[in-house]
């Protein structure tokens, strides 16, 4: 089996691996960060005889043979922000209790650097290919992957591809992203000066605050409240007010109920303490359409289809201070429902509120064959490997797999019985799956390369 070769880079990948996890690179904040991966990878690439090339301010490519099919894999070097509640450091490897610790060994960094390694091994080996193999970098792909639509502008879209981003075994189906923000012209909070939740668009956000001009009764009653519940409250008294920090559970927007929302949980909160007029429009509209739920109910939402299962809802940020106020939404959708349906109906509900809604991004739902050669290849590099027949699923994760024009789809690297944190604190991998993922990308590059011969 091919696949094994990868093994005897072991040491030099985990080397590299330490190196380009130390890059902080989240798009739009660490940009010189995001440059710093990409350069490394294409670097590394140039010293191990391979030509790296960088095609965009926010892509590279890497590529072997210039002949056949342009066989693809698409990874990303971007990664969310830290946040808050690590037990190691995150803009590192660690390696604990058979574990790989950092930001991005999951989503996408470590799976990036094994495509590199990958194509060093088939170099390595002096295999002989019919196709091209290209592995491709960008630096946005967590926030709305625009990279990709760029790269793909100015170069062709692989004949088939596979993006490991995902779980494995093959993801054929990806719902629909619409990330939406809620806003007020006007904010209209007399109580409520301060609240601020979220970095990421796509994650649960784990710490929310709010500053409250509140009267001793209402400070009391808040407290009771917060013991009752099942939030994690904090209470500061300041110049400016009383403060209460909430503390939640990070998770992936696409499985939201895999987390606790801080923001949700804190508008929950105070809501039931403080009437429309003296929270304000935004944190109303939380309240009635939103409240603590990822289903959608309340907006009108609650859908789901055999193909990808349910729609999901998340409050991933809210910003109230001064004269602004805006909350931010990613909503899940599945694959067989219209995304203007959705718009529509999350419209009318914030209407109630005379909320402004603003589509910041849109990602069309991935539907693939099911029985085409791609999935062949890449079901019998993962039984070649593992032993065991691959699983096709369907996830609300978004990859670049959407940006294929239905020629790719999602494969790895998590293992399902393996609590990655994606996008969480203590983001981590088992060692010895991170490295049964390494050999079934390279078997699949491979027999891609060779056409499965």
Same mark, same amino acid.
Not at 130 to 159: A, H, Q, S
Not at 293 to 305: V, Y
């Given at each position: 089996?091919?696949?094994?070769?990868?093994?005897?880079?072991?040491?030099?990948?985990? &080397?590299? +691996?330490?190196?380009?996890?130390?890059?902080?690179?989240?798009?739009?904040? &660490?940009?010189?960060?995001?440059?710093?991966?990409?350069?490394?990878? +294409?670097?590394?690439?140039?010293?191990?005889?391979? *030509?790296?090339?960088?095609?965009?301010?926010?892509?590279?490519?890497?590529?072997?043979?210039?002949?056949?099919?342009?066989?693809?894999?698409?990874?990303?070097?971007?990664?969310?922000?830290?946040?808050?509640?690590?037990?190691?450091?995150?803009?590192?490897?660690?390696?604990?209790?058979?574990?790989?610790?950092?930001?991005?060994?999951?989503?996408?960094?470590?799976?990036?650097?094994?495509?590199?390694?990958?194509?060093?091994?088939?170099?390595?080996?002096?295999?002989?290919?019919?196709?091209?193999?290209?592995?491709?970098?960008? *630096?946005?792909?967590?926030?709305?992957?625009?990279?990709?639509?760029?790269?793909?502008?100015?170069?062709?879209?692989?004949?088939?591809?596979?993006?490991?981003?995902?779980?494995?075994?093959?993801?054929?189906?990806?719902?629909?992203?619409?990330?939406?923000?809620?806003?007020? +012209? +006007?904010?209209?909070?007399?109580?409520?000066?301060?609240?601020?939740?979220?970095?990421?668009?796509?994650?649960?956000?784990?710490?929310?605050?709010?500053?409250?001009?509140?009267?001793?009764?209402?400070?009391?009653?808040?407290?009771?409240?917060?013991?009752?519940?099942?939030?994690?409250?904090?209470?500061?008294?300041?110049?400016?007010?009383?403060?209460?920090?909430?503390?939640?559970?990070?998770?992936?927007?696409?499985?939201?109920?895999?987390?606790?929302?801080?923001?949700?949980?804190?508008?929950?909160?105070?809501?039931?303490?403080?009437?429309?007029?003296?929270?304000?429009?935004?944190?109303?509209?939380?309240?009635?359409?939103?409240?603590?739920?990822?289903?959608?109910?309340?907006?009108?939402?609650?859908?789901?289809?055999?193909?990808?299962?349910?729609?999901?809802?998340?409050?991933?940020?809210?910003?109230?201070?001064?004269?602004?106020?805006?909350?931010?939404?990613?909503?899940?959708?599945?694959?067989?429902?219209?995304?203007?349906?959705?718009?529509?109906?999350?419209?009318?509900?914030?209407?109630?509120?005379?909320?402004?809604?603003?589509?910041?991004?849109?990602?069309?739902?991935?539907?693939?064959? &099911?029985?085409?050669?791609?999935?062949?290849?890449?079901?019998?590099?993962?039984?070649?490997?593992?032993?065991?027949?691959?699983?096709?699923?369907? *996830?609300?994760?978004?990859?670049?797999?959407?940006?294929?024009?239905?020629?790719?789809?999602?494969?790895?690297?998590?293992?399902?019985?393996?609590?990655?944190?994606?996008?969480?604190?203590?983001?981590?991998?088992?060692?010895?799956?991170?490295?049964?993922?390494?050999?079934?990308?390279?078997?699949?590059?491979?027999?891609?390369?060779?056409?499965?011969?």
């Amino acid at each position: 089996m091919f696949g094994n070769k990868i093994l005897d880079y072991k040491d030099e990948l985990l &080397k590299d +691996l330490d190196t380009l996890l130390s890059f902080e690179s989240v798009d739009g904040e &660490k940009n010189d960060e995001c440059d710093k991966a990409l350069d490394f990878i +294409l670097k590394r690439a140039n010293d191990f005889g391979l *030509t790296g090339e960088k095609t965009t301010d926010k892509s590279g490519h890497i590529t072997l043979g210039d002949s056949g099919k342009l066989c693809g894999v698409l990874t990303h070097l971007d990664v969310v922000p830290a946040g808050s509640n690590w037990s190691v450091p995150p803009y590192a490897l660690t390696e604990k209790d058979g574990r790989l610790y950092g930001r991005g060994i999951a989503d996408d960094k470590g799976a990036a650097l094994v495509t590199l390694y990958c194509l060093r091994a088939i170099k390595d080996s002096d295999v002989k290919g019919v196709n091209t193999i290209r592995t491709i970098y960008g *630096t946005g792909e967590e926030t709305g992957m625009e990279d990709m639509e760029n790269y793909f502008n100015k170069n062709p879209l692989p004949d088939m591809a596979f993006t490991p981003d995902s779980d494995y075994g093959i993801c054929f189906a990806e719902k629909g992203i619409l990330q939406l923000e809620v806003s007020t +012209l +006007l904010n209209n909070a007399t109580t409520l000066s301060q609240f601020h939740a979220g970095r990421a668009v796509n994650a649960v956000p784990d710490r929310a605050y709010v500053m409250l001009d509140s009267s001793d009764y209402d400070e009391q009653t808040l407290m009771r409240l917060a013991d009752a519940s099942d939030g994690d409250f904090e209470f500061n008294y300041t110049i400016d007010g009383l403060m209460i920090i909430s503390r939640g559970k990070a998770a992936h927007a696409c499985e939201p109920d895999k987390g606790y929302n801080a923001a949700a949980a804190l508008v929950d909160l105070i809501s039931n303490v403080y009437t429309t007029r003296e929270t304000g429009s935004i944190c109303s509209f939380i309240d009635y359409a939103i409240n603590k739920e990822t289903n959608g109910r309340s907006l009108g939402l609650k859908m789901s289809d055999a193909v990808s299962g349910s729609l999901t809802v998340n409050l991933s940020s809210v910003n109230i201070e001064g004269q602004t106020a805006k909350a931010v939404f990613d909503i899940r959708y599945p694959v067989t429902v219209s995304v203007n349906r959705v718009l529509k109906q999350f419209k009318k509900v914030a209407k109630i509120s005379d909320l402004k809604v603003t589509v910041l991004n849109h990602e069309a739902p991935l539907y693939a064959d &099911k029985d085409s050669e791609l999935v062949k290849l890449l079901s019998d590099a993962y039984e070649s490997v593992t032993g065991e027949k691959a699983e096709l699923y369907s *996830t609300g994760g978004g990859t670049y797999a959407r940006m294929l024009g239905g020629h790719g789809v999602a494969f790895g690297p998590a293992f399902k019985n393996d609590d990655v944190r994606m996008h969480n604190a203590d983001e981590s991998m088992d060692k010895e799956n991170f490295f049964k993922h390494a050999q079934i990308c390279l078997e699949a590059m491979y027999r891609m390369f060779t056409d499965g011969e």
